[in-house]
């Protein structure tokens, strides 16, 4: 059974810097890509950023673009989220899920990259907490 497991989250300050993981488990690496999602309390849940774990290619997406940078390691099928001049407004639970490739779907286009419905696997979740 695939399993995504994220970690990293916790309390930071405003402006601070942190990194979180997404580690993979029982599927093939290659053949997915990893969404970087985040929820805040209230609100829908906002797709970040995604990678194609087969070519590398990256997408940055929303308000964090630019304060983002989202990397992998095929050797230990990890994901990482590397996020820095952080805001009390980044305050969320941020998830990681993954999209097999094998749908097809061209993450160039915004949505396949950005909404929920076309990731197939989730992790639990971590809690990132920016105070001012």
């Known amino acids: 059974e695939v399993q995504l497991v994220e970690s990293g989250g916790g309390l930071v300050q405003a402006g601070g810097t942190l990194r979180l993981s997404c580690a993979a488990a029982d599927f093939t690496f290659e053949n997915y890509a990893i969404g970087w999602f985040r929820q805040a309390p209230g609100k829908e849940r906002e797709g970040i950023s995604c990678?194609?774990?087969?070519?590398?290619?990256?997408y940055y997406l929303s308000s964090m673009k630019g304060r983002i940078t989202v990397s992998s390691d095929n050797g230990t099928n990890t994901v990482y989220l590397q996020m820095h001049s952080l805001k009390t407004e980044d305050t969320a639970v941020y998830y990681c899920?993954?999209?097999?490739?094998?749908?097809?779907?061209?993450?160039?286009?915004?949505?396949?990259?950005?909404?929920?419905?076309?990731?197939?696997?989730w992790g639990q979740g971590t809690q990132v907490t920016v105070s001012s």
């Open positions: 899920a993954a999209q097999f490739l094998g749908h097809g779907y061209d993450l160039t286009f915004q949505p396949y990259c950005s909404n929920t419905y076309y990731f197939d696997y």
């Open positions: 990678i194609n774990l087969l070519d590398g290619n990256t």
